[in-house]
């Protein structure tokens, strides 16, 4: 028995947010399908998901105490959609919620009175059921709510307590309503059972534990409350019908399929697999009408991937039913009406959201019918070789060239017991965007930015183009003339499009802007581009402004400017008249930058001459870099020349005028262009004061004193004949002073000085330092003379020459050097002096002859060579001087002996 009153989908809308309203609940609209930097979700898929941040307190919620109507998708299951009338993609989610405000003894009771009271639910057929271990719960329906103990269930943790790993959680509550005998008297119709007769209408969660993944609760210090209630399982309750398909406004969209495929009838005892098809095109054109009016497009990726699945899905289902010819555009027209008053969004995008739809089903259309008959004949051929699985090369061909989600084509052949191979698709799939990705690598099309191929602008209209119009605003209303969506990591192309939407990047073109495109040496605006207010009030009521952020603004082909992003929030689409916004603080730290780069090229010319011209330059926020002609390296004292007088003449504040005029008028006034610039008839001369007259199409400061002050941090050559400055300006001049005033106080504290007494501190330890060298060196020559002993007795004579071989530790090659010096010296005429180091299992080996040895034959370089040979290592030199290292100090000994070998063999 339903209630006396059978209330519509849109009045059970109304009526819920009304009812949490008197309760003291902020009503905000509906958030996007689209989620707001939440990774984790693809499509928004209950009521609680877009308000994740507030109950974690990452966030601070406009109100503590909220209620909603949420626009959801859930595709989990889409294969299963159609094929009873329990499943659909899009619905909605009434809910109200507490962030720390009201509990348990608040939310039961007002569910309780919207069910009874204001809807006029049959109370005695209403059935509570709480989590077994909640007794607080439990007593509040039996003593508070007073309603008998054997209508309130209790269900263990799997029904009644929701959690998804660490984090808060907690029991909830569930209100079932009996449908009655008539929807179900079987044993799987009782309460928690399986059946249609007993129907979950309630579900409240009571947020207060905190679940540290490993079991163990403790208690929130912030407990919340998130209720939520299918609005489409209300109204089948409250009108008596036999699922939401048979509800008012998705009733009227139903019937309206039956009509279009020709009058047929619904829920009839022989039309099982047409009730599937009509089902599927009711729920689709729901979900793909509210999808494309929250901005997301159909494409081969992500959730546009989803969109553009569910459209070709409802085209095949269409075809099934008999629908000729295009027919989504008048389901999405019934949809649009017949949520318009919960949804005024859905009126106000008509166009542009049957424009969409129109343009996706003739996409599919063109390829369908050929699509189905290459299906037919790669079943035909499994069936003859015998087989049940569809290649995944196949299954991509279709994907590929007919536009057959993968989805889809499992579905047809599953109707016809026939499998697909996944696997075999995927990498299919995957060897594709490889190769386009490849490709677009090889082509070289792939800009610095996002990696849009600059090819996508020309796929423009090309009577397309836009009027900058910054030079003395920052910010300006302006139509979106066209737009571009960028291909990431997965997709495989840019795109031409209609709209952006949250988290999309690509590229806004407007008819006009304030954004100056990079030009000239020049950066672009950064900024934003918003759509709508962004006021901080209205966007707390679900009403605020979709957001682009411009990262960069660049001209592209057809004399358009393109500010390329990001949608940080929203959607935008063409024709929407927006706000353009672009950061002032980074424009004027550019102008200034700018505007110095002119003082800078008449001061060099000034300093060094008039041969100086313009070779290059770069002007961001943060530095200018200024290339130019000249033929030797800046000295310090033509560096500071130059460096004041541009400090000078930033001074003097030097008015900045512009000028539009003829060239040759330009050229008589005295203006500096740049050599092998093409210039139009017209060009824009920029004065400051008497001292610098250019051409420059770009943005400058309005007077020099607002350049503030001028540093110029290096020079360099960067080719032959052309030289490179870098400078900075303003605040960044404060910046680099401040960082090396730290840097010099980090320098003093390190030797317990002052910056004032840092540089005496320093001599003090530079000359202290030279003592100790000394010192050292005087103490390592003593050790090594120690460690070699008095070897001149153990010198052997070869031939007439004198030998010394000696084996040390831990002796430097410098100290090899100044022993052999010493032993020469000692041995007099003709001796050969080999020295061998062990310094920690490496060898450094040093040997040398005088005049007299080498006259006889003796040759150090050939003598050290084979030596190191054998200690694993090389090295050589001259006949009378020669180093070498070795890696194995173990066989010292037995290079030694080939050491005097050598020699014998040497001496004549």
């Not at 269900?155 to 909830?172: A, I, V, Y």
């Not at 539009?660 to 008028?665: F, G, K, P, V």
């Not at 110029?712 to 605040?731: N, P």
Request: aromatic letters at 8%.
């Amino acid at each position: 028995m339903a209630p006396k009153k059978k209330y519509g989908v849109n009045e059970l809308r109304e009526m819920f947010l009304s009812f949490f309203e008197s309760k003291g609940c902020l009503r905000l609209n509906s958030f996007s399908l689209v989620p707001h930097n939440d990774n984790s979700l693809l499509i928004i898929n209950s009521g609680m998901a877009p308000m994740k941040p507030w109950f974690t307190g990452q966030e601070i919620p406009p109100r503590r105490r909220v209620t909603t109507c949420q626009k959801c998708i859930r595709t989990g299951d889409l294969e299963n959609v159609g094929k009873t009338a329990r499943h659909g993609t899009y619905f909605e989610m009434l809910g109200n919620f507490s962030f720390g405000d009201y509990f348990k003894k608040e939310a039961i009771p007002w569910a309780w009175e919207f069910l009874t009271e204001v809807v006029g639910l049959d109370a005695d057929r209403l059935y509570p059921s709480v989590y077994e271990k909640d007794d607080e719960s439990y007593n509040i329906w039996l003593n508070d709510m007073h309603i008998p103990a054997e209508r309130i269930y209790k269900f263990g943790k799997e029904d009644n307590f929701w959690e998804h790993g660490s984090g808060p959680c907690g029991p909830c509550t569930e209100i079932y309503y009996d449908r009655g005998p008539e929807f179900g008297n079987g044993p799987e119709d009782v309460m928690g059972g399986e059946g249609d007769r007993f129907m979950e209408v309630w579900n409240v969660v009571f947020s207060q534990f905190n679940n540290d993944g490993h079991g163990n609760y403790t208690d929130l210090v912030q407990k919340n409350i998130d209720t939520g209630m299918g609005l489409e399982r209300l109204a089948v309750a409250v009108q008596g019908v036999g699922s939401l398909f048979d509800v008012d406004t998705v009733k009227s969209l139903r019937d309206l399929v039956c009509t279009l495929a020709g009058g047929i009838a619904y829920e009839q005892p022989d039309t099982h697999d047409t009730d599937v098809s009509v089902r599927i095109c009711t729920d689709h054109a729901r979900a793909m009408t509210f999808m494309i009016s929250d901005g997301i497009m159909p494409s081969n990726n992500g959730r546009g991937y989803v969109l553009r699945r569910i459209i070709r899905r409802a085209v095949r289902h269409g075809r099934k039913l008999g629908i000729k010819g295009s027919f989504l555009t008048k389901l999405a027209e019934n949809v649009i009406e017949g949520s318009k008053d919960g949804y005024p969004e859905l009126e106000e995008k008509r166009d542009f959201i049957l424009n969409v739809i129109q343009a996706e089903e003739d996409k599919f259309e063109k390829t369908y019918e050929q699509g189905m008959d290459i299906l037919q004949s790669m079943e035909d051929e499994l069936e003859a070789a015998g087989r049940k699985e569809l290649s995944g090369e196949n299954a991509f061909k279709l994907y590929d060239t007919y536009g057959f989600p993968i989805d889809n084509t499992k579905e047809i052949l599953e109707e016809k017991g026939y499998t697909v191979d996944e696997a075999g698709f995927n990498a299919a799939m995957k060897k594709q965007k490889e190769t386009a990705r490849e490709d677009r690598k090889k082509s070289g099309k792939s800009s610095t930015y996002m990696g849009a191929a600059a090819t996508i602008y020309e796929e423009m209209d090309p009577a397309i183009n836009s009027e900058f119009i910054g030079y003395d605003k920052t910010q300006a209303d302006s139509r979106i003339v066209a737009m571009a969506a960028f291909a990431g990591e997965e997709e495989d192309s840019d795109s031409v499009v209609e709209a952006l939407a949250d988290g999309q990047s690509g590229a806004i073109i407007t008819a006009e802007t304030p954004f100056y495109g990079t030009m000239g040496g020049q950066v672009g605006d950064i900024g934003t581009i918003v759509l709508g207010s962004d006021d901080t009030e209205a966007a707390a009521l679900g009403k605020g402004a979709a957001v682009f952020q411009v990262t960069a603004t660049e001209h592209v082909a057809g004399n358009k400017i393109a500010h390329i992003g990001k949608v940080v929030k929203g959607m935008f689409k063409l024709g929407d008249t927006v706000t353009l916004k672009v950061d002032e603080k980074e424009r004027m730290a550019t102008c200034r930058n700018h505007s110095a780069t002119h003082l800078l090229q008449k001061a060099l010319r000034e300093v060094l001459g008039t041969h100086v011209e313009q070779a290059g330059s770069y002007q961001d926020a943060d530095r200018t870099r200024f290339d130019f002609s000249h033929f030797q390296a800046m000295t310090p004292e033509e560096l500071k020349k130059v460096e004041d007088l541009v400090n000078e003449k930033i001074q003097a504040g030097l008015p900045v005028k512009t000028e539009i005029m003829s060239l040759d008028d330009a050229k008589k006034s005295g203006a500096m262009a740049l050599f092998g610039e093409k210039y139009g008839d017209k060009v824009r001369v920029v004065r400051m004061g008497d001292f610098s007259t250019e051409l420059c199409g770009g943005t400058h400061v309005s007077n020099t004193l607002q350049i503030g002050q001028f540093k110029i941090l290096s020079e360099s050559g960067v080719a032959a004949g052309v030289r490179r400055i870098e400078a900075l300006t303003g605040d960044n001049v404060r910046k680099y002073y401040e960082k090396l005033e730290a840097q010099l106080k980090d320098a003093a504290s390190l030797l317990k000085a002052t910056p004032d007494t840092l540089a005496d501190h320093i001599r003090k330890l530079q000359d202290e330092l030279k003592a100790s060298r000394s010192e050292n060196e005087s103490l390592k020559a003593k050790e090594a003379q120690n460690a070699l002993g008095d070897v001149t007795g153990n010198a052997k004579d070869i031939n007439g020459v004198k030998f010394v071989a000696s084996a040390l530790k831990d002796v430097d090659p410098d100290e090899l050097r100044n022993l052999g010096d010493s032993l020469k010296t000692k041995l007099g005429d003709g001796s050969v002096i080999l020295l061998l180091a062990d310094n920690g299992g490496k060898v450094n080996l040093m040997c040398m002859a005088d005049d007299t040895a080498v006259g006889k034959g003796a040759h150090a370089g050939n003598i050290i060579r084979s030596a190191a040979k054998i200690l694993g290592g090389g090295g050589g030199g001259r006949p009378n001087m020669a180093q070498a290292g070795g890696k194995d100090a173990t066989r010292i000994n037995d290079a030694i002996a080939d050491a005097e070998n050598i020699l014998k063999a040497q001496i004549r």
